[in-house]
């Protein structure tokens, strides 16, 4: 192979230099000219005219602005607790050598599989009070039954928490079983000599070791949390009323139905903004330690 | 390779195209939609459907697609504030068309200054809609023996009496859209065309004042404790359908919904009837259905557009597409004789000089219109908001630009 590419002249230098200067223009780009947009008053069509910050001031006046960040606080603390204590729970499962255990695997890492459209659709079909199941169990007899979270405005949120971590736990449980096999064996050696209690260990041993591990899920349901917009719309469509709008979909809305480039542009700077602000002390504390 | 390329171009030469972009998937809408394209298929055109899910998904597809650089030949649309922000190099006006077959005499002057920018034909109409209406059950109300209200209060009494016979009293699809609609229908009956105008095309800062406003915001907020736990994101035509199998008394609803209890083979006076907001100062708030072009390139792309704005505008069209959509016809020379009792009274409303204004979709500049649905989705949802927050919400979003 090697000696193949060798033979083509292979440069990896150009080939990264090229690669660079895509993300470059393409991602980089993108960035400035959105951060240039976000100064202008454009609407349907940029205007080239800068008038300061004044989408800005509109953004933060904007009571459904406000709501959506709110909503992804909230989404983004139940989501990502819930979903890394359920997906390592069940890797601490299948690690215990259960029987069938690619079986249930297969199970739980299915979800991920499906499309998050095909996730809502179906959690809202399950959750709808009229037809779904609240309808089932009161049929069956339980007629004081009520599970209405999806209509409630208040409780709305917590049902997009629900289908997302159904969706996403098991990518957290394959992620954490592949580290947790990547374990020492003489390890659990020591463990079982010295005696320690298994919750213990996997506690205070474990996945300490794990760190890096555990990092890399945070990042990756870290930016389904900022980027959160297909489940919503398949879902609740940001409703009830505005009780479960987000900022993706705040920016995407504003772009293209609402023709106002100008603020959905300053909208998307400021999820920017907050990705930085929120990934960035964590990369730095998790990922350099390694260097 | 040679032969797709003569294939390309023998059919460039003799086709005349037109992608357009739609939202319109009702029954009845659908049935309206085919109409056009039926029409514009007879008289030799080639139609390319490009659907989208609702008006809000179509209007971004149509934006997205313009901005790309692959611009659909005709938007499905209304004339409102993206339809003036397009209008400025992206639209293709029809000056010449409408000179030579003399459009502007054929359409009523308030829809005709709603379709012109900087004096350009910009947007075609398809029909009128009107936003204030409301529909109701004709055999849900006889057998609670209720009259059709000719006034607010009787409207409520008549919602008791049909909850108290354990029926849905106010049809309501949770949709923000929805929701604000039975918002400025209060306002409208509440303080008629004049108040009207000068609320939201004047935006006079007295008009935010008036007890009117409060008085809206609570009537709004009582209909919403007539709707049944379903409602939250249902569709309208859904919603309309609890009307039309006799679950639910009344809806509020532009009359597009008419076009759904005709698609059920239903009779207007006979199993439906229908109202305007009650009102002593009556009133008739316009919803215009377009058809805007985006300047296309490609010959055959113009001669389909030129095809389809001919096909549009023709007065045996725009009947037939009115007696299944529930619309009126945009044309005055249009026959509206054979038109049902609703329609009728929509005609009759047009055609009283004062009484028609235009509707908050069309007449609120930019983003207005959208923050004023959020404004009002909260509303209606979050019960501890209170009336004042609500007016004063209303007041900041309308003297913002």
């Known amino acids: ?291 | 390779m040679a032969l797709f390329g003569l294939l390309a171009a023998s059919t460039s030469a003799f086709g005349q195209t037109v992608d357009v972009q739609q939202y319109w998937n009702s029954a009845s809408e659908s049935k309206a939609m085919n109409t056009i394209a039926d029409a514009y298929k007879a008289r030799g055109g080639k139609w390319i459907d490009s659907p989208s899910a609702d008006f809000d998904s179509a209007i971004a597809a149509a934006t997205s697609r313009i901005a790309g650089g692959e611009p659909p030949s005709a938007v499905l649309m209304n004339p409102n504030a993206a339809m003036r922000d397009l209008a400025s190099g992206q639209l293709r006006d029809f000056d010449d068309l409408a000179a030579k077959n003399g459009w502007q005499k054929a359409i009523a002057p308030i829809v005709w200054d709603k379709l012109n920018v900087d004096k350009h034909l910009v947007g075609l109409p398809v029909g009128i809609h009107a936003d204030n209406w409301i529909w109701y059950s004709k055999s849900l109300f006889q057998a609670a023996g209720i009259d059709e209200p000719k006034t607010l209060d009787e409207m409520f009494a008549a919602a008791d009496k049909l909850k108290a016979a354990g029926h849905t009293a106010f049809a309501v699809g949770g949709e923000p859209w929805q929701e604000v609609s039975i918002l400025t229908s209060m306002i409208i009956a509440l303080g008629g065309p004049e108040y009207w105008n000068e609320l939201f095309i004047k935006r006079d800062p007295e008009a935010l004042k008036s007890p009117l406003l409060p008085r809206a915001f609570e009537l709004f907020r009582k209909v919403s404790t007539y709707t049944d736990p379903a409602s939250p994101g249902r569709s309208w035509n859904e919603t309309t359908n609890m009307v039309v199998t006799g679950k639910a008394g009344m809806q509020f609803m532009g009359d597009w919904a008419r076009g759904e209890f005709l698609a059920a083979g239903q009779v207007a006076g006979k199993e439906f009837g229908c109202f305007l907001a009650p009102t002593d100062k009556p009133a008739y708030a316009i919803v215009v259905d377009i058809f805007a072009f985006p300047v296309n390139k490609d010959e055959d792309r113009i001669k389909g557009q030129t095809l389809l704005a001919e096909t549009v505008m023709d007065p045996a069209v725009e009947a037939k597409l009115a007696a299944v959509k529930g619309s009126v016809p945009s044309r005055l020379d249009v026959d509206t004789s054979t038109l049902d009792l609703c329609a009728a009274k929509g005609v009759k409303a047009l055609a009283t000089p004062g009484v028609t204004v235009s509707s908050t979709y069309d007449a609120l500049p930019g983003d207005l219109n959208g923050r004023m649905t959020d404004l009002a989705t909260q509303f209606w949802t979050d019960p501890s908001m209170t009336v004042e927050a609500g007016v004063k919400g209303l007041a900041d979003i309308l003297q913002s630009k």
């Not at chain 1, 069940?90 to 991920?112: C, G, N, Q």
């Not at chain 1, 320690?196 to 890399?216: D, H, K, T």
């Open chain 1, 1 to 291: 192979m090697t000696t193949w590419l060798k033979r083509q002249g292979f440069k990896p230098n150009i080939t990264v230099a090229i690669f660079f200067a895509v993300v470059a223009v393409f991602f980089y780009g993108s960035i400035l000219w959105t951060s240039y947009m976000s100064l202008t008053r454009s609407t349907l069509i940029p205007k080239y005219e800068v008038v300061g910050l004044v989408q800005y001031v509109d953004l933060f006046t904007n009571q459904r602005w406000l709501v959506s960040c709110l909503n992804m606080v909230i989404f983004g603390v139940f989501y990502m607790v819930g979903t890394l204590a359920f997906g390592i729970l069940l890797a601490v499962l299948a690690d215990r050598r259960i029987k069938a255990e690619s079986f249930f695997r297969t199970i739980f890492l299915y979800p991920l599989a499906v499309s998050l459209i095909i996730t809502g659709l179906s959690w809202r079909w399950l959750l709808d009070p009229t037809s779904g199941l609240q309808a089932l169990v009161r049929g069956m007899g339980w007629e004081s039954f009520t599970f209405d979270w999806l209509t409630r405005p208040d409780r709305a949120i917590y049902t997009l928490v629900i289908a997302s971590i159904w969706h996403s736990a098991g990518l957290v449980m394959v992620i954490v079983l592949a580290g947790l096999r990547g374990i020492d064996s003489d390890l659990w050696k020591a463990i079982r000599m010295e005696g320690i209690p298994l919750w213990r260990a996997y506690l205070q041993v474990i996945f300490p070791g794990m760190r890096p591990v555990i990092a890399s899920c945070v990042v990756l349901l870290m930016s389904e949390v900022i980027r959160g917009y297909d489940l919503i719309i398949a879902m609740t469509k940001g409703g009830p009323g505005i009780a479960t709008e987000m900022p993706a979909k705040f920016a995407v809305d504003f772009y293209f139905t609402r023709v106002n480039l100008g603020l959905a542009s300053a909208a998307s700077m400021m999820m920017l903004l907050l990705s930085l602000l929120l990934l960035t002390p964590y990369f730095y504390s998790e990922f350099r330690r390694r260097i």
